[in-house]
């Protein structure tokens, strides 16, 4: 079962608009959640991630917020830049849990247009 | 190289047919993992390493699936008696700190990928 979902497969955001990229969790183990971006042809990317003590964190023009109660979390890019065109996963793990195992959620597509 | 490098890219095996996809990590991370992505969804977990130890193979999709990393540095996954549904990348990602995933503070480096194609 799907413990990470990312329910927008796509999403097309105009050049220097916010593009807002959804996550959603069942897990309420999970204490740690990653967002990582592909590029097609290459492996994923490490982007921005928070710990669960937190609910907000910055890094340049991405930030990710997290809602533990909704157990939810999104990542805001702003502004968008047709460079940022790609698919983005959410990724979350527990330091409870007894498994090894970083969950991702199935993807969403990002294209910023010009 | 600097990177996670994954040989080969492309493999296309007829059915029935065994496969070795190799990882090379970075050097010096303790951690390996692979994953498994099917087209259109995202990686799923197979197993992971701490050095040469394998102290989760709760992915493995079956008993044909098959991984090792005996030196604690270039890891091997295969598969044997290939299957169209074994048809994916297979991604292999390192990262410094051991503990797996439970004490990942930080990035895993991913490798491009190896592409399996089963006719």
């Known amino acids: 079962d799907q413990q990470v979902k990312q329910n927008s497969p796509s999403l097309s955001v105009q050049e220097g608009r916010i593009s807002i990229l959804n996550c959603d969790y069942t897990n309420s183990m999970f204490d740690y959640f990653l967002w990582y971006k592909k590029y097609p042809a290459e492996g994923p990317t490490f982007l921005i991630s928070i710990s669960s003590i937190k609910d907000k964190n910055e890094d340049g023009r991405f930030t990710v917020f997290l809602n533990k109660s909704a157990k939810h979390l999104s990542l805001h890019i702003v502004p968008s830049q047709p460079g940022d065109s790609a698919v983005y996963f959410c990724?979350?793990?527990?330091?409870?849990?007894?498994?090894?195992?970083?969950?991702f959620g199935k993807g969403t597509s990002l294209l910023v247009t010009p | 190289g600097a990177g996670v490098s994954q040989s080969p890219r492309y493999k296309v095996a007829k059915r029935g047919q065994d496969v070795a996809l190799r990882c090379d990590p970075i050097s010096g991370h303790v951690s390996l993992f692979w994953y498994q992505q099917a087209l259109g969804q995202g990686p799923e977990f197979l197993t992971y390493f701490q050095n040469e130890a394998q102290l989760d193979k709760s992915g493995l999709p079956s008993d044909r699936f098959f991984a090792e990393r005996p030196e604690g540095s270039v890891s091997t996954l295969k598969i044997q008696r290939t299957q169209q549904e074994d048809s994916a990348v297979y991604l292999c990602?390192?990262?410094?700190?051991?503990?797996?995933?439970?004490?990942?503070?930080?990035?895993?480096?991913f490798g491009e990928g190896s592409r399996l194609t089963v006719l």
């Open positions: 990724a979350a793990s527990a330091s409870s849990n007894s498994g090894y195992a970083l969950n």
């Open positions: 990602a390192s990262s410094l700190m051991g503990g797996g995933a439970r004490w990942l503070t930080g990035e895993l480096f």
